[in-house]
């Protein structure tokens, strides 16, 4: 599965070269996971409220060529494994109508309950392994 967002840059998105920083992008890869997942119909807010978070372990990017303030965005982002004790994702994003690749990047999150390691119940899981399909 894959599952494309939009993001206008804002002007504050840019450093004093007037290009994104590279911070933001992995702020738009989580923009990205949070779309992916609610494309599934899983709704964080109430997994946190059932004690379950999902920390990032490891996050990666590689920068190909800058955005700039306006360019309108294209947040690629597909799974690598959808288990019951993680999720990986990876991220390509480039400007609309455009196939050159702007960034790529990954990303882990495990899933934790009281500050352990857990795995997801199956209201979760059920629709998680969806996107695999």
């Known amino acids: 599965m894959l ?4 993001h206008r840059v804002k002007f504050f998105d840019t450093d004093v070269m007037g290009v994104v920083h590279h ?3 992995i702020r738009w890869f989580e923009t990205g996971r949070v779309e992916f997942l609610r494309t599934l119909g899983i709704d964080l807010n ?7 978070l ?3 372990v490891e996050v990666g990017a590689k920068f190909h060529a800058p955005a700039k303030f306006d360019d309108e965005l294209e947040i690629e982002t597909a799974p690598l494994a ?3 004790a993680k999720m990986q994702f990876v ?6 109508g455009e196939e050159k690749i702007l960034a790529e990047g990954n990303s882990t999150n495990v899933f ?5 390691i857990c795995r997801l119940p199956e209201k979760y899981s059920s629709k ?3 996107g695999l399909q």
């Open 46 to 52: 109430e997994m946190m409220s059932d004690g379950i």
């Open 54 to 56: 999902f920390p990032i």
């Open 112 to 116: 934790t309950s009281g500050g352990k």
């Open 23 to 25: 911070s933001n992008y």
């Open 82 to 84: 959808l288990t019951r």
């Open 128 to 130: 998680l392994a969806k």
């Open 3 to 6: 599952v494309r967002t939009l």
């Open 91 to 96: 991220y390509k994003i480039r400007r609309v």
